[in-house]
């Protein structure tokens, strides 16, 4: 028998080995495509939302656009509102506080040991039964009560 040579000159250009080498690729990662999990990236605060639940694990800001926060209210203002802070004022108990700090009703000072200095000017401690406020290094006292 006869023998039969064949000969075959096979040449790629570089475009062909490059897609060739993505369709590879692609096809490899078929399975992770076909995966069930799916992550989605998103950004807090969403452009809108009612959570009922939020977790932090770092640093929080709310309203941070000189906008308005309340605890325990659906919307500023209202009436059951236990905390709200507008335009760098903060209301216990109101959802429009007048003053830096506006308290509706009680408020309870603990005790505070250690020197009235500088740094503690103006503040207010409950001593034995006495109401005092730091003044010009020096514990004195508001009011005694019985």
Do not use: H
């Amino acid at each position: 028998m006869k023998e039969i040579n064949l000969r075959f000159d096979v040449t790629f250009s570089p475009n062909f080995i490059r897609s060739a080498a993505v369709l590879t690729m692609l096809l490899a990662a078929a399975r992770e495509l076909g995966s069930e999990t799916v992550s989605i990236a998103t950004y807090y605060p969403a452009p809108s939302g009612v959570y009922t639940r939020i977790i932090t694990t770092g640093n929080t800001v709310l309203a941070r656009d000189n906008g308005s926060v309340a605890i325990g209210g659906a919307v500023l203002p209202i009436g059951q509102t236990k905390l709200a802070v507008l335009s760098g004022r903060v209301g216990i108990g109101t959802s429009t506080p007048e003053a830096a700090l506006t308290v509706v009703g009680g408020l309870q000072v603990g005790a505070l040991a250690g020197p009235c200095n500088a740094l503690l000017d103006g503040t207010m401690r409950w001593s034995f039964g006495d109401l005092q406020v730091c003044k010009g290094g020096t514990w004195s006292s508001i009011t005694t009560v019985p």
